[in-house]
């Protein structure tokens, strides 16, 4: 089972780190990370490097397509060629999935039109611009595409999936065996749920960027 | 702020990217991954490579040290070169800290000696052959020295951290920017909660590897 994770310049490491932790464990999983070269790319604050083994020039095809975010999605809005490869992935997956802005990408190319969908807070209102439907689940699962929240929520998104794939027995023991059994010390994690202010404040650094 | 993350062949990639993602928005934050050499490591399943930009030999000082883990540590436990500069590096910073089995490593290092501390759960026993005492929670904080669970639970240490040092609503921030809300389509990530089927066939699995 080919799961191509996408990289490029400037992603946020736990969009793609998360959902890959969890689809590795997947049997006969063949995880292909994925860029525009092989080779070193280059996380949003430059401190981590993640290699790339594949091109998307050499890659045609896949089982599950995972397309990250980050900062750097705003601009690849914009990328005809690569949407043009999203597109031409997409007509060969079994599951084509988001984490994050990521989302914004598959809009871009096309794929959610009509469509409900989600990505991170900070962005979600904008993929209406696509002609997509903005849900605020932090799990959207729409056919074959499944869309998650921000960053941290691809873990479940791929949890989600494992069970799709490999049934629900399987998918609990890969999240024993990732002891995913979150606690975080706040409840802050949703513009429901963080305090005003501070959701205002992160509203403002995003604006624009997201 | 130096914050130095460990890596090394094998690795569980999850367990150092976790903490990375939520430690680099910290007030300046100089993350510095740090492996035996420069350049390309593997993880556990060869799929991805993460890239050291620092040495264990250029590094002499942190000011937060983190440790991950991996199938690889069982064999660090006996790397005397690696558990003296984990020892050195410890005299040097404000908080110490270890994801899944690199609890393991901080106990071979005599780190633990006499403190409550936890680890993966297929590993959590053996923590008293380094007289270390195994607890169940899911972060435990003794003093500077701070021990994780399994794999994803490096997420939730990494933000009880961020609130130590730069307050709680910093932390929050953080929480909501990563919208770390987290919603597992299963209860099943702890000993206690998964079904006992899938406890002992994991069990059976790890045995003698972590």
Redesign the interface.
């Known amino acids: 089972m080919d799961i191509v994770c996408v990289l490029f310049d400037g992603i ?3 969009d793609i ?2 959902p ?2 969890v689809l ?1 464990r997947l049997p006969e999983a ?4 994925t860029a525009t070269e092989r080779g ?1 790319i280059r996380t949003d ?1 430059r ?5 790339a ?1 594949h091109t998307f020039a050499d890659t045609t095809s896949a089982d599950v397509l995972v397309v990250p975010g980050g900062f750097a999605t705003r601009a690849l809005e914009k990328d005809a060629a690569l949407l043009e490869w999203i597109r031409a992935i997409d007509l060969t997956t079994t599951w084509t999935t988001s984490v ?1 802005t990521g989302s914004m990408l598959l809009a871009a190319a096309g794929l959610l039109e009509g469509k409900e969908a989600t990505s ?2 900070a962005s979600l209102v904008r993929l209406r611009e696509y002609g997509a439907i903005p849900t605020s689940r ?2 959207v699962e729409q056919g074959k595409i499944v869309t998650a ?5 691809g ?2 998104m791929a ?2 999936l494992t ?1 799709r794939i490999a049934g ?2 399987f ?3 890969v ?12 409840d ?4 429901d ?3 005003k ?3 205002e ?2 509203s403002a650094m995003y604006a624009g960027r997201l």
Chains 1, 2 share one sequence.
């Open positions: 946020t490491a736990l780190v998360g890959y932790e590795q063949n995880v292909k990370f070193e604050n401190f981590l490097g993640l290699v083994d994050c991170h807070w932090r799990v929240a921000g960053v941290s929520s873990i479940d949890l989600t069970a629900d027995d998918a609990q023991g999240q024993l065996g990732i002891e995913y059994d979150p606690q975080p010390p706040f802050s994690g949703s513009v749920k963080a305090p202010a501070i959701f404040f992160l």
